[in-house]
């Protein structure tokens, strides 16, 4: 069974897969009491929201979870999907700007995921991390 983080990650990965964009990962653990992360992620039309949190959810329920709830499938103009200890918002990119959800945990540590092939790794955006630690 995957943990917070390891669910966390799994869902970015179904985000890049649908080409979302500029994928983070908010690490929550003793920040909040709502999630210990927040997935974050922009797409660029509604289908490309719905489509995105379809998958994660379709993807997520062989492997036993089933989302606490889903918010905005409708429209397609923001989804939430609630895991539990893993929240995951899918916005179209002018709205993502307009909410900043980000700058409400501006203090959570950031882990940016970037697509990567074999040769490269994903890299970890936060402002305090020091160089030679690894993201995962």
């Known amino acids: 069974m995957m943990d917070g983080k390891q669910l966390a990650e799994f869902c970015a990965s179904k985000c890049l897969e649908k080409k979302g964009e500029n994928v ?31 998958t994660i959810a379709d993807e997520l329920k062989p492997l036993g979870f089933k989302p606490i709830s889903k918010e905005g499938m409708g429209d397609g103009r923001w989804a939430l999907i609630d895991f539990g200890s893993v929240i995951v918002h899918i916005f179209q990119d002018h709205l993502r700007d307009f909410y900043s959800l980000e700058s409400l945990w501006a203090d959570a540590p950031r882990i940016r995921i970037k697509d990567t092939d074999a040769n490269t790794s994903p890299t970890r955006y936060d402002p305090g991390f020091q160089s030679g630690s690894t993201a995962f």
């Open 24 to 54: 983070v990962i908010l690490d929550l653990e003793n920040r909040s009491s709502v999630a210990d992360y927040f997935v974050v992620c922009s797409g660029f039309s509604d289908r490309q929201v719905v489509a995105i949190a379809e």
